[in-house]
């Protein structure tokens, strides 16, 4: 029995979408794709309404990591950490060799404004990284406050969000949030298999990555740039059967437009709390809940591994809290191509196994 997937991902896939893979192959050097692949950044730029570069490379979104340390940190990074990816980001940078301190927050809480500023003020710093939707914990961050205060006060400071398990769901606009970096990946609410990662990245980025050494070629940003700006493609071959999923699945989101998909994602975080907020607590601080993955505490102590399996029985899988919250929370992931009405129905199943 196939399991609908409502984890933080991969998230399910719509069968036509999964049929757009199935075109025949093209060479990535002709100019059939070319025209793909102009496509689909022209169709990205629109979405995301911004005026920066945009990239779609073939891997997962944690090589962005690779990519801010490589690129991006000639002095300091400030990584900010409120859960396990976004110290993901943190032993990144500093496994790439590069100079990096964290900003450690409590798990559960979210980044803010002046926690960021009062951290900048004092180091040297010239990057901060932070994630704004924190999957393991459920939190997101306001990176659009916290991008304007940086830019403000120090201009200079390269921003890098990991938007991975938001961007698609969440309505997040780069050059609102004047960030340097923002990158996500296909397979969380782009609803996509996994294997592509998106990265849209400021020309100031592009320069100051220009005088960095020892940025390597696959994740090197005037390499990626500077082979796009030549010849529209991508200088390592691409993935080509899951970007021809990308552009339609584009289409799809254009039509429903980015407030349609933000409003619905919405809807079905709002129905998870409410029902969270009935039988359990939220994990994350009030005010701060992530769009797209509920983080519930298991305030009952019941098994949630035993509850996967009874789900499994039903055709469902939800999500075992992440390392140390294993067992202490649960999560529910509300993202892609989920309804409100299919959100309610997963809620349904687990009060009835549980007895709620």
């Keep these: 029995m196939h399991k609908r997937l409502f984890i933080p991902g991969p998230t399910e896939v719509d069968p ?57 940190v000639k002095k300091k990074a400030l990584a900010v950490v409120n859960g396990a990816f976004s110290k993901r980001m943190f032993t990144t940078i500093r496994e790439c060799g590069k100079e990096v301190d964290i900003l450690d927050l409590e ?24 994630a704004q939707n924190e999957t393991s914990t459920g939190v997101r961050s306001p990176a659009e406050e916290i991008g304007k205060a940086i830019k403000k006060e120090y201009p200079e400071v390269m921003y890098v969000v990991d938007a991975v398990s938001s961007a698609g769901g969440d309505l997040l606009e780069p050059d609102k949030m004047q ?15 996994p294997g592509l990662s998106i990265g849209i990245v400021s020309d100031a980025a592009i320069e100051k990555s220009r005088e960095i050494p020892g940025k390597g070629h696959y994740t090197s940003l005037p390499v990626i740039f500077d082979y796009y700006a030549k ?8 993935n080509i059967s ?56 298991n305030t009952l102590g019941k098994s949630v591994a035993d509850l996967n399996k009874e789900l499994a029985k039903r055709g469902i899988a939800i999500s075992n809290g992440y390392g140390d919250l294993k067992e202490k929370t649960f999560r529910i992931a509300h ?22």
């Design 107 to 130: 798990w559960g809480t979210a980044s803010k404004p002046d926690l960021v500023l009062k951290a900048l003020g004092e180091g040297d710093y010239d990057v901060v990284a932070l």
């Design 242 to 297: 899951l970007m021809y999923a990308l552009d339609y699945q584009l289409d799809r989101m254009l039509k429903e437009t980015p407030e349609g998909r933000y409003e619905r994602h919405l809807a079905m975080a709002n129905i998870v709390r409410e029902w969270a907020r009935k039988h359990f607590e939220m994990f994350p601080e009030p005010g701060y809940e992530s769009m797209t993955v509920s983080t519930i505490k």
């Design 16 to 72: 036509q979408v999964l049929m757009a893979q199935a075109r025949p192959m093209i060479g990535h050097r002709m100019a059939e794709y070319t025209a793909l692949y102009t496509r689909v950044i022209d169709k990205l730029r629109k979405y995301f309404k911004t005026e920066q570069n945009i990239t779609v490379i073939t891997s997962s979104g944690t090589l962005w990591m690779d990519i801010t340390a490589r690129n991006l």
């Design 179 to 193: 960030t340097d970096i923002m990158f996500t990946s296909s397979q969380k609410a782009f609803a996509l298999p």
């Design 335 to 356: 993202m892609g191509e989920w309804t409100p009405g299919e959100i309610k129905e997963v809620l349904w199943h687990i009060e009835d196994i549980w007895g709620l």
């Design 231 to 238: 010849k529209k493609q991508n200088p390592a071959t691409p």
